[in-house]
Protein backbone atom coordinates (compact mmCIF):
# COMPACT_ATOMS: atom_id res chain seq x y z
CA UNK A 1 0.00 0.00 0.00
CA UNK A 2 1.58 3.45 -0.79
CA UNK A 3 1.92 6.41 1.99
CA UNK A 4 -0.81 8.33 2.59
CA UNK A 5 -0.06 11.68 4.09
CA UNK A 6 -3.08 14.16 5.07
CA UNK A 7 -3.17 17.94 3.99
CA UNK A 8 -4.46 20.20 7.06
CA UNK A 9 -4.61 23.70 7.57
CA UNK A 10 -7.12 26.37 7.56
CA UNK A 11 -9.35 27.74 4.98
CA UNK A 12 -7.55 29.37 2.15
CA UNK A 13 -3.99 28.13 3.58
CA UNK A 14 -3.61 26.66 -0.21
CA UNK A 15 -4.72 23.09 0.55
CA UNK A 16 -5.91 22.33 -2.53
CA UNK A 17 -3.70 24.47 -4.78
CA UNK A 18 -0.89 22.14 -3.46
CA UNK A 19 -2.98 19.31 -3.55
CA UNK A 20 -3.63 19.80 -7.37
CA UNK A 21 0.46 20.33 -7.74
CA UNK A 22 1.09 17.84 -6.04
CA UNK A 23 -1.54 15.26 -8.09
CA UNK A 24 -2.63 17.37 -10.84
CA UNK A 25 -6.05 16.50 -9.77
CA UNK A 26 -7.69 19.66 -10.35
CA UNK A 27 -9.52 19.75 -7.14
CA UNK A 28 -11.61 23.66 -6.89
CA UNK A 29 -9.25 26.49 -5.27
CA UNK A 30 -11.06 29.37 -4.94
CA UNK A 31 -10.09 32.61 -2.35
CA UNK A 32 -13.33 32.28 0.11
CA UNK A 33 -13.56 29.72 3.00
CA UNK A 34 -14.62 26.42 2.76
CA UNK A 35 -14.34 25.87 -1.03
CA UNK A 36 -13.41 22.08 -0.08
CA UNK A 37 -16.24 19.82 1.82
CA UNK A 38 -15.54 16.63 0.62
CA UNK A 39 -12.21 15.54 0.85
CA UNK A 40 -9.70 14.99 -2.53
CA UNK A 41 -7.69 12.03 -2.62
CA UNK A 42 -5.12 12.04 -5.30
CA UNK A 43 -1.70 9.88 -6.05
CA UNK A 44 1.22 11.28 -6.91
CA UNK A 45 3.74 9.42 -8.79
CA UNK A 46 7.15 9.76 -6.25
CA UNK A 47 9.71 11.36 -8.56
CA UNK A 48 13.36 8.59 -8.75
CA UNK A 49 16.36 9.07 -10.77
CA UNK A 50 17.50 5.71 -10.36
CA UNK A 51 14.06 4.20 -11.42
CA UNK A 52 14.82 6.61 -14.71
CA UNK A 53 18.07 5.45 -15.23
CA UNK A 54 17.22 1.43 -14.23
CA UNK A 55 14.07 2.32 -17.49
CA UNK A 56 16.97 4.00 -19.66
CA UNK A 57 18.43 0.85 -19.62
CA UNK A 58 15.76 -1.70 -19.93
CA UNK A 59 13.69 0.19 -21.74
CA UNK A 60 10.83 -1.27 -20.72
CA UNK A 61 7.05 -1.27 -21.85
CA UNK A 62 5.77 -0.31 -18.17
CA UNK A 63 7.46 2.10 -15.91
CA UNK A 64 5.82 2.38 -12.54
CA UNK A 65 7.07 5.04 -9.95
CA UNK A 66 6.01 4.31 -5.92
CA UNK A 67 2.74 6.50 -5.20
CA UNK A 68 2.19 8.46 -2.44
CA UNK A 69 -1.56 9.41 -1.78
CA UNK A 70 -2.60 12.90 -1.05
CA UNK A 71 -5.82 13.33 1.48
CA UNK A 72 -7.03 16.95 0.67
CA UNK A 73 -9.41 17.83 3.61
CA UNK A 74 -11.74 20.78 4.80
CA UNK A 75 -10.29 23.61 6.53
CA UNK A 76 -10.49 24.12 10.27
CA UNK A 77 -11.31 26.86 12.20
CA UNK A 78 -10.39 27.81 15.70
CA UNK A 79 -13.66 26.07 17.58
CA UNK A 80 -14.39 23.18 15.04
CA UNK A 81 -14.11 21.04 17.92
CA UNK A 82 -17.13 22.87 18.94
CA UNK A 83 -19.29 22.63 15.78
CA UNK A 84 -17.59 26.39 14.20
CA UNK A 85 -17.21 26.41 10.19
CA UNK A 86 -17.82 22.78 9.05
CA UNK A 87 -16.84 21.46 12.63
CA UNK A 88 -14.07 18.83 12.75
CA UNK A 89 -15.98 15.57 11.52
CA UNK A 90 -13.90 15.30 8.66
CA UNK A 91 -11.19 14.85 10.35
CA UNK A 92 -12.17 10.82 10.32
CA UNK A 93 -11.02 10.89 6.53
CA UNK A 94 -7.29 11.73 7.83
CA UNK A 95 -7.26 8.72 11.03
CA UNK A 96 -5.95 6.46 9.03
CA UNK A 97 -2.96 8.41 6.64
CA UNK A 98 0.66 7.88 7.81
CA UNK A 99 1.59 11.66 8.13
CA UNK A 100 0.31 15.20 8.50
CA UNK A 101 1.64 18.22 6.43
CA UNK A 102 0.43 21.07 8.00
CA UNK A 103 -0.15 23.89 5.92
CA UNK A 104 0.32 27.29 6.87
CA UNK A 105 -0.91 30.71 5.07
CA UNK A 106 2.67 32.67 4.45
CA UNK A 107 1.32 34.99 1.53
CA UNK A 108 -0.40 38.23 1.25
CA UNK A 109 -2.92 38.80 -0.81
CA UNK A 110 -5.98 41.09 -0.40
CA UNK A 111 -8.26 39.47 -2.62
CA UNK A 112 -7.79 35.91 -0.41
CA UNK A 113 -9.59 36.40 3.43
CA UNK A 114 -7.37 35.35 6.15
CA UNK A 115 -8.75 33.98 9.65
CA UNK A 116 -7.54 36.79 11.68
CA UNK A 117 -6.87 40.33 10.57
CA UNK A 118 -3.78 39.47 8.79
CA UNK A 119 -1.52 36.87 7.87
CA UNK A 120 -0.39 35.05 11.10
CA UNK A 121 1.47 31.45 10.02
CA UNK A 122 2.09 31.26 13.93
CA UNK A 123 -1.03 31.56 14.97
CA UNK A 124 -2.73 29.33 12.34
CA UNK A 125 -0.16 27.54 13.69
CA UNK A 126 -1.48 27.39 17.23
CA UNK A 127 -5.53 27.21 16.06
CA UNK A 128 -4.50 23.94 14.48
CA UNK A 129 -2.50 22.81 17.44
CA UNK A 130 -5.62 23.12 19.57
CA UNK A 131 -8.22 21.61 17.28
CA UNK A 132 -6.35 18.45 16.52
CA UNK A 133 -5.43 18.22 20.68
CA UNK A 134 -9.36 18.43 21.12
CA UNK A 135 -10.10 16.40 18.14
CA UNK A 136 -8.02 13.49 19.94
CA UNK A 137 -9.78 14.49 23.73
CA UNK A 138 -12.97 13.74 22.22
CA UNK A 139 -11.49 10.23 20.60
CA UNK A 140 -10.43 9.49 23.70
CA UNK A 141 -13.22 10.37 25.62
CA UNK A 142 -15.10 7.88 23.74
CA UNK A 143 -13.39 5.26 24.23
CA UNK A 144 -13.04 5.67 28.18
CA UNK A 145 -16.83 5.34 27.69
CA UNK A 146 -16.49 2.24 25.63
CA UNK A 147 -14.01 0.73 28.26
CA UNK A 148 -15.99 2.16 31.38
CA UNK A 149 -19.11 -0.01 29.89
CA UNK A 150 -16.08 -2.81 29.60
CA UNK A 151 -15.33 -2.70 33.31
CA UNK A 152 -18.64 -2.26 34.99
CA UNK A 153 -18.61 -6.61 35.05
CA UNK A 154 -15.03 -6.65 35.22
CA UNK A 155 -13.87 -3.59 37.11
CA UNK A 156 -10.32 -4.93 38.27
CA UNK A 157 -9.55 -6.01 34.64
CA UNK A 158 -9.86 -2.39 33.70
CA UNK A 159 -8.51 -0.34 35.94
CA UNK A 160 -4.83 0.27 35.38
CA UNK A 161 -6.38 1.07 31.16
CA UNK A 162 -8.19 3.72 32.33
CA UNK A 163 -6.31 5.28 35.04
CA UNK A 164 -3.69 5.74 32.01
CA UNK A 165 -6.47 6.86 29.22
CA UNK A 166 -7.48 9.44 31.99
CA UNK A 167 -4.29 10.31 32.59
CA UNK A 168 -4.04 10.56 28.67
CA UNK A 169 -6.76 12.57 28.36
CA UNK A 170 -5.93 15.29 31.14
CA UNK A 171 -2.47 15.51 29.41
CA UNK A 172 -4.68 16.97 26.16
CA UNK A 173 -6.93 18.64 27.94
CA UNK A 174 -3.76 20.35 28.56
CA UNK A 175 -3.32 21.50 25.23
CA UNK A 176 -0.69 18.87 24.95
CA UNK A 177 -0.30 16.54 21.80
CA UNK A 178 -0.58 12.79 23.07
CA UNK A 179 3.23 12.50 21.12
CA UNK A 180 4.45 13.74 24.18
CA UNK A 181 2.49 11.64 26.50
CA UNK A 182 4.10 8.52 27.64
CA UNK A 183 2.57 5.51 28.85
CA UNK A 184 4.06 3.39 30.83
CA UNK A 185 6.87 0.71 29.33
CA UNK A 186 5.31 -2.68 30.89
CA UNK A 187 1.60 -2.17 29.77
CA UNK A 188 0.16 -2.73 26.05
CA UNK A 189 -0.47 0.17 24.05
CA UNK A 190 -4.28 1.17 24.37
CA UNK A 191 -4.13 4.19 21.88
CA UNK A 192 -2.51 2.59 19.36
CA UNK A 193 -5.69 1.55 17.74
CA UNK A 194 -6.96 5.26 18.11
CA UNK A 195 -4.29 6.70 15.72
CA UNK A 196 -4.15 9.84 17.55
CA UNK A 197 -3.88 12.73 15.26
CA UNK A 198 -1.58 14.49 17.58
CA UNK A 199 0.57 11.25 17.88
CA UNK A 200 1.19 10.98 13.82
CA UNK A 201 4.54 12.13 12.19
CA UNK A 202 4.11 15.54 11.30
CA UNK A 203 5.78 18.80 9.12
CA UNK A 204 5.25 22.39 8.43
CA UNK A 205 4.48 23.40 5.16
CA UNK A 206 4.73 27.39 4.73
CA UNK A 207 2.53 28.33 1.71
CA UNK A 208 4.77 31.70 0.62
CA UNK A 209 4.23 34.48 -2.42
CA UNK A 210 6.64 33.99 -5.37
CA UNK A 211 8.28 37.49 -4.31
CA UNK A 212 9.63 35.56 -1.03
CA UNK A 213 11.04 32.45 -2.76
CA UNK A 214 13.62 30.07 -1.87
CA UNK A 215 13.78 31.24 1.93
CA UNK A 216 10.25 32.24 2.31
CA UNK A 217 10.77 36.09 3.85
CA UNK A 218 9.35 37.40 7.36
CA UNK A 219 6.40 35.75 7.49
CA UNK A 220 7.41 32.45 6.95
CA UNK A 221 10.68 32.87 9.23
CA UNK A 222 8.71 32.42 13.05
CA UNK A 223 7.39 29.31 11.72
CA UNK A 224 10.87 27.92 9.95
CA UNK A 225 12.34 28.85 13.30
CA UNK A 226 9.85 26.84 15.77
CA UNK A 227 10.28 23.82 13.36
CA UNK A 228 13.97 23.88 13.92
CA UNK A 229 13.48 24.06 17.62
CA UNK A 230 11.16 21.47 18.21
CA UNK A 231 13.39 19.77 14.89
CA UNK A 232 9.88 19.26 13.10
CA UNK A 233 10.52 18.77 9.10
CA UNK A 234 9.81 21.85 7.66
CA UNK A 235 9.80 23.25 4.04
CA UNK A 236 8.86 26.63 2.10
CA UNK A 237 7.27 26.40 -1.06
CA UNK A 238 4.59 28.60 -3.09
CA UNK A 239 1.60 26.40 -3.70
CA UNK A 240 0.39 28.42 -6.69
CA UNK A 241 3.56 28.84 -8.44
CA UNK A 242 4.33 24.79 -7.94
CA UNK A 243 0.66 24.49 -9.55
CA UNK A 244 1.32 26.71 -12.43
CA UNK A 245 4.73 24.98 -13.21
CA UNK A 246 3.32 21.64 -12.96
CA UNK A 247 1.72 22.12 -15.86
CA UNK A 248 4.66 23.86 -18.09
CA UNK A 249 6.51 22.29 -20.65
CA UNK A 250 9.72 20.58 -18.28
CA UNK A 251 12.18 22.43 -19.65
CA UNK A 252 10.39 25.73 -19.57
CA UNK A 253 9.79 25.09 -15.71
CA UNK A 254 12.96 24.22 -14.94
CA UNK A 255 14.37 27.47 -16.26
CA UNK A 256 11.79 29.43 -14.22
CA UNK A 257 12.45 27.67 -11.12
CA UNK A 258 16.30 28.22 -11.99
CA UNK A 259 15.45 32.00 -12.16
CA UNK A 260 13.12 31.71 -8.31
CA UNK A 261 16.23 30.10 -6.92
CA UNK A 262 14.38 26.54 -6.78
CA UNK A 263 16.66 23.18 -7.48
CA UNK A 264 13.98 21.45 -7.91
CA UNK A 265 9.86 21.15 -7.97
CA UNK A 266 8.31 21.43 -4.44
CA UNK A 267 6.83 18.00 -4.99
CA UNK A 268 10.29 16.15 -4.84
CA UNK A 269 11.12 18.24 -1.99
CA UNK A 270 7.74 16.93 0.00
CA UNK A 271 8.12 13.59 -0.75
CA UNK A 272 11.85 13.15 0.19
CA UNK A 273 10.75 15.01 3.51
CA UNK A 274 8.02 12.30 3.96
CA UNK A 275 10.17 9.42 3.20
CA UNK A 276 12.64 10.95 5.52
CA UNK A 277 9.84 11.65 8.38
CA UNK A 278 8.70 7.91 7.79
CA UNK A 279 11.93 6.59 7.57
CA UNK A 280 11.00 4.66 4.06
CA UNK A 281 13.03 3.60 1.26
CA UNK A 282 12.62 1.83 -2.20
CA UNK A 283 13.76 -0.67 -3.74
CA UNK A 284 13.10 -1.78 -7.69
CA UNK A 285 11.91 -4.76 -9.73
CA UNK A 286 12.45 -5.31 -13.45
CA UNK A 287 10.14 -8.16 -14.83
CA UNK A 288 12.05 -8.94 -17.86
CA UNK A 289 11.31 -5.85 -20.83
CA UNK A 290 7.90 -5.54 -19.50
CA UNK A 291 8.36 -3.82 -16.42
CA UNK A 292 10.43 -1.29 -14.05
CA UNK A 293 9.43 -0.73 -10.86
CA UNK A 294 9.66 1.28 -7.74
CA UNK A 295 8.71 -0.21 -4.22
CA UNK A 296 7.93 1.61 -1.18
CA UNK A 297 9.29 -0.28 2.18
CA UNK A 298 9.84 0.20 5.93
CA UNK A 299 13.09 1.17 6.98
CA UNK A 300 14.22 -2.54 8.07
CA UNK A 301 11.91 -4.70 6.74
CA UNK A 302 12.91 -7.75 5.26
CA UNK A 303 12.61 -10.16 1.48
CA UNK A 304 10.43 -11.62 2.88
CA UNK A 305 7.98 -8.66 3.21
CA UNK A 306 9.03 -6.95 -0.17
CA UNK A 307 7.86 -10.27 -1.44
CA UNK A 308 4.40 -10.03 0.02
CA UNK A 309 4.39 -6.99 -1.04
CA UNK A 310 4.62 -7.62 -4.52
CA UNK A 311 1.83 -10.64 -4.36
CA UNK A 312 0.82 -13.38 -1.77
CA UNK A 313 1.76 -16.20 -3.90
CA UNK A 314 5.39 -14.59 -4.83
CA UNK A 315 5.78 -14.18 -0.58
CA UNK A 316 4.07 -17.67 0.19
CA UNK A 317 6.38 -19.44 -2.35
CA UNK A 318 9.19 -17.59 -1.23
CA UNK A 319 13.00 -19.56 -2.26
CA UNK A 320 15.54 -16.72 -2.62
CA UNK A 321 15.80 -13.27 -3.76
CA UNK A 322 18.57 -12.15 -5.97
CA UNK A 323 20.26 -9.10 -4.54
CA UNK A 324 22.20 -6.14 -6.50
CA UNK A 325 22.56 -2.60 -5.49
CA UNK A 326 20.84 -0.41 -8.99
CA UNK A 327 24.50 0.67 -9.51
CA UNK A 328 25.64 -2.51 -9.78
CA UNK A 329 22.58 -3.25 -12.62
CA UNK A 330 23.53 -0.62 -13.66
CA UNK A 331 27.26 -0.82 -14.42
CA UNK A 332 26.39 -4.88 -15.71
CA UNK A 333 23.94 -3.40 -18.57
CA UNK A 334 20.99 -5.25 -17.03
CA UNK A 335 19.85 -8.13 -14.47
CA UNK A 336 20.96 -11.17 -16.81
CA UNK A 337 24.36 -9.02 -16.85
CA UNK A 338 24.77 -8.76 -13.43
CA UNK A 339 23.88 -12.40 -13.17
CA UNK A 340 26.40 -13.72 -15.28
CA UNK A 341 29.37 -11.22 -13.92
CA UNK A 342 28.45 -12.72 -10.44
CA UNK A 343 27.14 -9.39 -8.89
CA UNK A 344 23.81 -10.72 -8.05
CA UNK A 345 23.33 -12.00 -4.23
CA UNK A 346 21.38 -14.77 -3.30
CA UNK A 347 20.03 -13.74 0.16
CA UNK A 348 16.90 -15.58 2.06
CA UNK A 349 13.83 -14.60 3.82
CA UNK A 350 15.46 -12.72 6.35
CA UNK A 351 17.28 -10.50 4.42
CA UNK A 352 17.02 -6.78 5.21
CA UNK A 353 16.04 -4.94 2.18
CA UNK A 354 18.10 -1.80 1.35
CA UNK A 355 17.82 1.24 -0.26
CA UNK A 356 17.89 1.24 -3.92
CA UNK A 357 18.62 -2.88 -3.90
CA UNK A 358 17.28 -4.30 -7.15
CA UNK A 359 15.49 -7.71 -6.14
CA UNK A 360 14.43 -10.54 -8.26
CA UNK A 361 12.33 -12.72 -6.41
CA UNK A 362 13.08 -16.86 -7.26
CA UNK A 363 9.37 -18.57 -5.98
CA UNK A 364 7.24 -21.62 -6.00
CA UNK A 365 4.04 -21.23 -7.69
N1 LIG B 1 -1.11 34.72 -3.93
C1 LIG B 1 -1.19 33.42 -3.65
N2 LIG B 1 -2.40 32.85 -3.63
C2 LIG B 1 -2.48 31.54 -3.32
C3 LIG B 1 -1.34 30.74 -3.05
N3 LIG B 1 -1.75 29.49 -2.77
C4 LIG B 1 -3.10 29.51 -2.88
N4 LIG B 1 -3.54 30.75 -3.22
C5 LIG B 1 -4.92 31.20 -3.43
O1 LIG B 1 -5.62 31.14 -2.19
C6 LIG B 1 -6.98 30.77 -2.41
C7 LIG B 1 -7.32 29.58 -1.53
O2 LIG B 1 -6.61 28.43 -2.00
P1 LIG B 1 -7.17 26.95 -1.80
O3 LIG B 1 -6.13 26.04 -2.32
O4 LIG B 1 -8.56 26.83 -2.31
O5 LIG B 1 -7.20 26.92 -0.21
P2 LIG B 1 -7.66 25.73 0.76
O6 LIG B 1 -6.70 25.73 1.90
O7 LIG B 1 -7.85 24.47 0.02
O8 LIG B 1 -9.06 26.33 1.26
P3 LIG B 1 -10.39 25.55 1.76
O9 LIG B 1 -10.66 24.41 0.85
O10 LIG B 1 -11.43 26.62 1.69
O11 LIG B 1 -10.10 25.14 3.18
C8 LIG B 1 -7.12 30.47 -3.90
O12 LIG B 1 -7.68 31.62 -4.52
C9 LIG B 1 -5.69 30.26 -4.35
O13 LIG B 1 -5.51 30.61 -5.70
C10 LIG B 1 -0.05 31.36 -3.11
O14 LIG B 1 0.99 30.73 -2.90
N5 LIG B 1 -0.04 32.70 -3.41
MG1 LIG C 1 -9.48 23.30 -0.30
Known sequence: MSLQIGIVGLPNAGKSTLFNALTLAGAATAPYPFTTIEPNIGVAAVPDGRLEQLAALVRPEKVAPATVEFVDIAGLVRGASRGEGLGNQFLGHIRNVDAVVLVLRGFADPDVPTAGAEVDPLADLETLETELVLADVGAVDRRIEKVQGQAKAHPRDFADQLHWLAALCEHLNHGRPARSFELP??????????????????????????????????????????????????????????????????????????????????????????????????????????????????????????????????????????????????????????RAQGHLRLEGREYIVQDGDVIHFRFNV
Open 185 to 338: AHHPDWTADLALLTHKPRLYLVNVGEADLPAGGPLARPIVERATAEMTPCLVLCAACEAELATWAADEAAAYRKDLGLAEPGLHRLIRAGYRLLDRITFFTITGSKEARAWTLRRGQTAYEAAGLIHSDIQRGFIRAEVAPYASILAAAGLSGA
